[in-house]
C-alpha cells in the first residue's frame, strides 16, 4: 500500500539512509528498530513528510501510497493519509480538552459536523478512553496521553499510523494497554502501522515483520524470526533463545516456555547467583525515616523508610505518579519534604547550601540537558570543575571512564541520550557525591546503551558510592538491581533482593524469569549455569 | 460523573463565550459612566454574584479572586496617592499635614499637606470606577474560557485563532520548564555570577522552548494545520491583495481622522472604505476555507439574555449619565443618593446569574474528579 522506492537522506557529509526499498502492506504492524542514531525517526520522518522539511537534510527517492508519488505533498496535505504520533505526546497536544483534541483533526480536514461528533464517540469507546473525555491533557497520566495522541490521529481515519517510541516513557503495565490497544487496530481496522521501538522485548511479539536499520544506510526488512537470529538489537527471549539453540526463535514468553522444557536442568546453586544477595553487611550512607512529601493537597510520598548503602544499588520502581521522582528530589534535599528525617553522613540534606548539598548527594534529573548549558563539552567540564572547587581535568577524566571517546568540542546536544546522560553523571560526580541517584536514567537507551549504563552504575557502586535510580525498565533493574523498592501511590509496597521482589510481580517480571521461574533474572546467569552444565 | 453531568438534557452546558463578554463589557461601560459609590458598589456586587453563580471549573474560573484583589489594590492606591499628593485647599479639613515643600523645577507637585474629606472622597469614587472595570474583566475571563473564544473567531482568521491558542498553551509549560531547570541546575556547581547565572537558567529553558514548539509544530502540521485545501493561486492572490488594500485603507483612513489637518476625504471616507475592503478580503478567505468546528458554542436564548442584559445596563447607564448628571456624578460634598432608574442599572447585570444554565464544567464537579 505505502512504498518507499530507493529512499536516499544524507545531510551535508552524512549519510543517514540510501537505498531503502520497504512496502508496507494493509493491516500490517512493522517494526522499527536499530541502534540509537541509526536514522529510525528518520525513516519514519520520510512516510509523514516531516523529513527534510522539518530536519533539513536532502531526500532522494520516491514514497508511494497506492501507486501515486506523495513525497512532494507536505505532511499537512498528507493528514488525512498517514497518521503520526511523536514520542512526548504532549509536546503535539493542540487543543485542551481530550474531546477537542480528538476532534482537531478533523476540524482541518473539513469534515461534516455529524460525521465528527460519530467518530469522536466511535474512537472514544475504540481506545476505552470515554471517561477521560472532558479532561485536561495536562492532567493525564502518560498511558493516556499517548492513547489520547493516537485517537487523536485515527479521528481522520488515516491509512497509515505511524508511532514514534510509542512506550518509551511509560511503566509496564501502561505500556501494554497502549500496545494492546495498537493491536486491536491492526486486526480490527486493518490499518498499517509502522512503529519505531527501542524495548523491543515489548513489541516484538505483536510485530508482522521487522524493519532492521542497519546503520550503513540500508535495512533489512523480514520476518521477525529471521531478522532477530543475528539482529544487534534483541530482547532477553531471543537472547536466551539464541543462547539455547531454540529453533525457532521464541517471540514470546509462551513459545519460549515450550521451549524451556527441553533446557537441561540448570543448578541454580550457582554461586554467581547468590553473591550479591548475600553481600557483607554494607555501611548505610543515607538514612530516611518517615518521609512525607505533599504537593498541595496530593500525598506524593507517604511515610517511606529507606536506607541506602555503600557499595549497593537500590532501583525504585512503580508507577508513573507513584512518587519516585519526589522521593528521589526529597533525598537530594532540595524538594520540599513535610515530615520525617533523612540522615546522610551526619548531616540532613535539607539544611544544607546548595554547594554543601552537592558533595553529599548527586542527583541527575530526567532530563539530563536541563543540567547542561554551555556550547561544549570541554566548557561543560571546566565549569563543573570549578564549581565543585576540583582539580582542573576532574570532570574530563570521570566522562572519560564513564564514556571513553567523546570529543572536546562536541555540543551537549549533539551527543547521544547515552553520552548527554554519562556527562551530566560526571559535571554531577565532580563534587564527589558519595550518594548518587538518577531519576529515569534509560529513557531513549537502546540495549548496547542500557549495557553501558549497567556498566557505570556497577562501576559506582564498586567505588563504594551509594546509587538509586528509578526506571520502569525491569530488564535493566533485573541487571543492576542489589535492591529494589516499588512504590505505589507514595507508599513502599515491597522491597527486597530483586530475585525476590521482581520475581514475586506479575508486571515486573523480566523475561527470563517469566521463562525460567524464580531464581533466574538475566541471560547472563543462564549462559554462566549452562557453560557449568556443559563442563 | 464527567459524562452525566455532560448529558443532561438542557442542564448544565457554557454558555458562549462572546455572550459573557457582551454583558462584562456592557457593564462594565456603565461603571465607566458614573461616580457614584452606591451604583458602582452595586455593579461590582452582581458581577460578583454571576461569578460565583456560574464560574467555570477550567483554570481560567479560579482567576476571579486576583482581579477582586487588584481591584481592592487599586482602590486603596487612588486614596493614598490623593493623601500623598494632596488634593484641593478647600474642604473639611479631616489631618492637618505638614507639606513637604519641593524644589521650584516640581512646580505643580505637593507632597502631603492638609488632607480633606472631599480629595479622600473623590479619590475613592474614582478608585472605586476603576475597581468596577477592573472586577467587570477579571468576571469576563473567569466566566468564560479565553480560549473558547479565541476559538469562535471567524474561519479566515482562524489560523491566528490557533496561534494565540497555542501562545496561551505554552505558558504553563514555560513556568513547568522554568522550575525544573532551576531545579537541576541547583544540583552542580558553576558560574553564580551575574551574568553566567542568567545564562545557566535561560540556555535550557530556550532549548527546551524551541524543541517544544518544534515538536509542536511537526504535530500541527501532519494533523493538517494550514492545508491549503482547493484554492487556487489565484483566488489565494485575490484574498491577499484584498486584505492588503483595506489594511492600507484603514491606516491611512485612522491617521487623516486623528489629524485634524490632513484632506476630510481621507478620513471618514477612507476609513469605511478599509472596512468594506476588510470584510470583502474576509468573505473571500472564508469561503476557500473547507474547515469546520466540532461542537460549537451554540447561541440561544440564554446568550441572547446575557448580552443582551449587557446592551441594556450599557444604554441605561449612558442615558443616566446625560439626563441625571446629579446622580451619575454626585458631589463630594452631598450623600450620593440613587434614581430608581440608577437602581435599576445597578441590579439587572444579576439576570445572567438566574437566566443562564450551570457551567458544564462548574467548579464542584471539578473537585470530585479530583
Request: one cysteine or more; aromatic letters at 4%; charged letters at 20%.
Amino acid at each position: 500500500m505505502i512504498e518507499l522506492r530507493g529512499i536516499g537522506f544524507h545531510y551535508d557529509q552524512e549519510v543517514v539512509l540510501s537505498g531503502v526499498d520497504l512496502t508496507l502492506d494493509e493491516g500490517e504492524l512493522v517494526l522499527v528498530s536499530g541502534r540509537t542514531g541509526v536514522g529510525k525517526s528518520t525513516l519514519l520522518g520520510v512516510v509523514t513528510g516531516l523529513v527534510p522539511r522539518f530536519t533539513g537534510g536532502v531526500l532522494t527517492g520516491d514514497v508511494l501510497l497506492e501507486g501515486q508519488s506523495i513525497v512532494e505533498q507536505p505532511p499537512r496535505e498528507r493528514a488525512h493519509l498517514v497518521g503520526f504520533v511523536g514520542q512526548d505526546p504532549l509536546a503535539g497536544f493542540v487543543a485542551d480538552t481530550v474531546e477537542e483534541e480528538l476532534a482537531y483533526g478533523m476540524e482541518q480536514l473539513g469534515t461534516a459536523p455529524e460525521t465528527m461528533r460519530r467518530r469522536v464517540e466511535e474512537t472514544l469507546d475504540l481506545l476505552g478512553i470515554a471517561d477521560l473525555r472532558a479532561r485536561d491533557l495536562r492532567t493525564l497520566s502518560g498511558g493516556q496521553q499517548q492513547r489520547v495522541a493516537i485517537g487523536a490521529v485515527l479521528t481522520t481515519h488515516p491509512r497509515v499510523l505511524v508511532l514514534d517510541e510509542p512506550t518509551s516513557a511509560l511503566d509496564p503495565t501502561a505500556a501494554e494497554d497502549v500496545l494492546a490497544t495498537i493491536t486491536r487496530l491492526v486486526h480490527d481496522l486493518g490499518l498499517t502501522v509502522l512503529l519505531a521501538e527501542h524495548r523491543l522485548e515489548r513489541v516484538v511479539p505483536f510485530a508482522d515483520r521487522i524493519c532492521l536499520v542497519t546503520g550503513d544506510g540500508g535495512v533489512r526488512v523480514g520476518d521477525p524470526r529471521a531478522v532477530l537470529t543475528d539482529s544487534p538489537v534483541a530482547p532477553p527471549l531471543v537472547e536466551l533463545g539464541r543462547l539455547a539453540g531454540w529453533q525457532p526463535l521464541p517471540l514470546t514468553v509462551r513459545d519460549a516456555r515450550r521451549h524451556a522444557r527441553t533446557l537441561p536442568e540448570l543448578s541454580a546453586r550457582d554461586p554467581a547467583v547468590h553473591d550479591r544477595v548475600a553481600a557483607p553487611a554494607a555501611e548505610p550512607l543515607v538514612v530516611a525515616r518517615g518521609v512525607t512529601v505533599v504537593h498541595g493537597r496530593h500525598v506524593a510520598v507517604r511515610d517511606v523508610d529507606l536506607t541506602l548503602s555503600s557499595g549497593r544499588t537500590t532501583v525504585l520502581m512503580g508507577r508513573n505518579g507513584s512518587g519516585k521522582s519526589s522521593l528521589i528530589w526529597a533525598l537530594q534535599g532540595s524538594g520540599r519534604r513535610r515530615s520525617g528525617s533523612i540522615d546522610v553522613a551526619g548531616s540532613d540534606p535539607a539544611e544544607l547550601a546548595p554547594a554543601q548539598r552537592r558533595t553529599h548527594v548527586g542527583l541527575v534529573p530526567q532530563t539530563a540537558a536541563d543540567l547542561l548549558y554551555l556550547e561544549t563539552v570541554a566548557d561543560e567540564c571546566a565549569a563543573a570543575d570549578l564549581g565543585a572547587e576540583a582539580a582542573p581535568g576532574t570532570c574530563r577524566d570521570l566522562l572519560d571512564r564513564l564514556a571513553p571517546g567523546i570529543e572536546d568540542a562536541v555540543h551537549p546536544r549533539d551527543l547521544s541520550e547515552g553520552q548527554r546522560l554519562a556527562l551530566a553523571l560526571s559535571v554531577v560526580l565532580t563534587a564527589r557525591p558519595p550518594v548518587v541517584l538518577l531519576d529515569e536514567p534509560t529513557r531513549g537507551l537502546d540495549y548496547a546503551g542500557k549495557a553501558e549504563l549497567a556498566r557505570i552504575v556497577a562501576d559506582l557502586a564498586a567505588d563504594d558510592h551509594a546509587v538509586l535510580l528509578a526506571t520502569h525498565d525491569v530488564e535493566f533493574a533485573a541487571h543492576v538491581a542489589d535492591e529494589v523498592v516499588v512504590m505505589a501511590e507514595g507508599e513502599v509496597v515491597s522491597s527486597g533482593p530483586p530475585r525476590r521482589v521482581l520475581a514475586e510481580s506479575p508486571s515486573f517480571a523480566p523475561q527470563v524469569t517469566k521463562v525460567l521461574g524464580a531464581p533466574w533474572l538475566v541471560v547472563e546467569e543462564v549462559a554462566a549455569a549452562m557453560g557449568g552444565v556443559a563442563r | 460523573m464527567t459524562a452525566s453531568t455532560l448529558t443532561r438534557p438542557g442542564l448544565a452546558r457554557d454558555l458562549h463565550p462572546l455572550a459573557w463578554w457582551a454583558w462584562a463589557v456592557g457593564l462594565a461601560t456603565a461603571a465607566s459612566l458614573t461616580t457614584n459609590p452606591l451604583l458602582l458598589v452595586l455593579v461590582m456586587g452582581s458581577v460578583t454574584l454571576v461569578v460565583m453563580a456560574r464560574r467555570s471549573g477550567h483554570p481560567f474560573g479560579r482567576s476571579f479572586r486576583l482581579y477582586a484583589l487588584l481591584a481592592a489594590l487599586t482602590v486603596v492606591l487612588r486614596v493614598v496617592f490623593r493623601i500623598l499628593f494632596g488634593g484641593q485647599e478647600v474642604g473639611h479639613v479631616l489631618l492637618d499635614l505638614p507639606e513637604i515643600p519641593l524644589p521650584t523645577w516640581a512646580a505643580g507637585v505637593r507632597l502631603l499637606g492638609p488632607v480633606t474629606s472631599e480629595a479622600l472622597l473623590a479619590g475613592l469614587y474614582d478608585g472605586l470606577r476603576l475597581a468596577a472595570v477592573i472586577l467587570c474583566v477579571g468576571a469576563a475571563n473567569s466566566l468564560a474560557n479565553p480560549k473558547r473564544l479565541l476559538a469562535s473567531v471567524p474561519p479566515a482568521l482562524y489560523e491566528i485563532g490557533t496561534a494565540l491558542v497555542v501562545a496561551v498553551t505554552i505558558f504553563p509549560q514555560l513556568a513547568d520548564s522554568a522550575r525544573r531547570v532551576r531545579a537541576a541546575q541547583a544540583l552542580r556547581g558553576g558560574s553564580t555570577t551575574g551574568v553566567g547565572r542568567l545564562r545557566r537558567f535561560l540556555v535550557p529553558v530556550l532549548e527546551d522552548a524551541l524543541e517544544r514548539s518544534l515538536a509542536l509544530a511537526a504535530g500541527m502540521d501532519t494533523r493538517g494545520y494550514g492545508r491549503s485545501g482547493g484554492a487556487s493561486p489565484r483566488e489565494r492572490w485575490v484574498t491577499g491583495s484584498l486584505l492588503l488594500l483595506a489594511l492600507t485603507g484603514i491606516c491611512v483612513g485612522t491617521y487623516a481622522w486623528l489629524d485634524p489637518t490632513a484632506p476630510r476625504v481621507l478620513a471618514v471616507p477612507m476609513l469605511g472604505a478599509g472596512v468594506v475592503v476588510a470584510v470583502l478580503g474576509l468573505v473571500s478567505a472564508g469561503r476557500r476555507v473547507q474547515r469546520t468546528r466540532y461542537r460549537p458554542d451554540p447561541w440561544r436564548a440564554p446568550e441572547l439574555v446575557t448580552a443582551g442584559t449587557g446592551l441594556v445596563v450599557a444604554v441605561l447607564g449612558w442615558y443616566v449619565a446625560h439626563a441625571q448628571v446629579v446622580v451619575a456624578y454626585p458631589g463630594v460634598d452631598v450623600a450620593p443618593y440613587l434614581s430608581p432608574l440608577a437602581l435599576l442599572v445597578g441590579v439587572i447585570g444579576i439576570l445572567p446569574a438566574v437566566a443562564t444554565p450551570v457551567p458544564a464544567s462548574a467548579p464542584v464537579r471539578r473537585e470530585a474528579v479530583a
